[in-house]
């Protein structure tokens, strides 16, 4: 069935042509103000400067702290243990 809305009942978002695509050629390619690529939003790329977050130096390892705790809740489970994970993780 098709309404108002199109096939499937979503509606285009604004600015979107009705046909599907970004405004301007998609989000990868030329179409974009200023050129070359933007992002899903069509925000273009083409003038940005990306900084630094507060975890550029995380590395993604587990904390070893909370590895060994989380060892002793296996090989043992009790409340202490439940506890000590809990206060880890918070």
Do not use: C, I, N, Q
């Amino acid at each position: 069935m098709s309404g108002p809305a199109g096939p499937g009942g979503a509606l285009p978002r604004e600015g979107t042509p009705v046909g599907g695509g970004a405004v301007g050629g998609g989000a990868v390619g030329g179409g974009a103000v200023g050129g070359g690529a933007a992002g899903s939003g069509g925000m273009p790329w083409w003038g940005r400067a990306l900084t630094g977050a507060r975890f550029d130096a995380d590395t993604g390892a587990a904390d070893p702290r909370l590895v060994e705790a989380l060892k002793r809740s296996r090989a043992a489970p009790s409340a202490d243990h439940d506890l000590e994970l809990m206060e880890l993780v918070a």
